[in-house]
């Protein structure tokens, strides 16, 4: 793989309860709405669960994505082709962190931070 290795790791606040962030991660529907940058294979189950595998897109680059772990308070993806690493995230009440790592020529770093702040206005439009 090309591209450097790189790490991530951000935690925000949020306006919500532990169910609403836990929906809006494992939910493909939702992922969909507030990750409009990327792309997500058709024919998603309506949630996301372990063993599950897809792809999405950021332009022409595609990413594989492996559910390794899909529970009521964190989800951890293996990640390959455009990013060789993981994605992991935790939340509870009022709170999301994620842990990004892995060797890409993608910028990691400022999408993780994109993808954050899209999920918090998100989830805020959700909340009314």
């Known amino acids: ?3 450097t290795f790189q790490q991530s790791h951000l935690r925000i606040e949020l306006e919500a309860p532990h169910n609403v962030i836990r929906d809006s991660l494992l939910h493909s529907q939702k992922l969909r709405q507030w990750l409009p940058t990327q792309r997500l294979c058709a024919g998603l189950p309506e949630q996301l ?3 599950l595998t897809f792809t999405s897109w950021i332009g022409p680059v595609s990413i594989q994505h492996q559910v390794e772990v899909a529970e009521s308070n964190g989800l951890r993806l293996l990640l390959s082709q455009g ?3 993981y994605h992991e995230w935790c939340w509870g009440e009022g709170w999301v962190q994620s842990r990004l790592e892995g060797v890409s020529l993608l910028p990691l770093n400022l999408a993780q931070t994109l993808n954050l ?7 805020a439009a959700e909340q009314g």
């Not at 702040?117 to 989830?123: A, K, N, P, T």
């Open 1 to 3: 793989m090309l591209g």
């Open 49 to 51: 669960h372990p063993g």
């Open 83 to 85: 990013i060789d690493g």
């Open 117 to 123: 702040l899209r999920l918090r206005e998100f989830i």
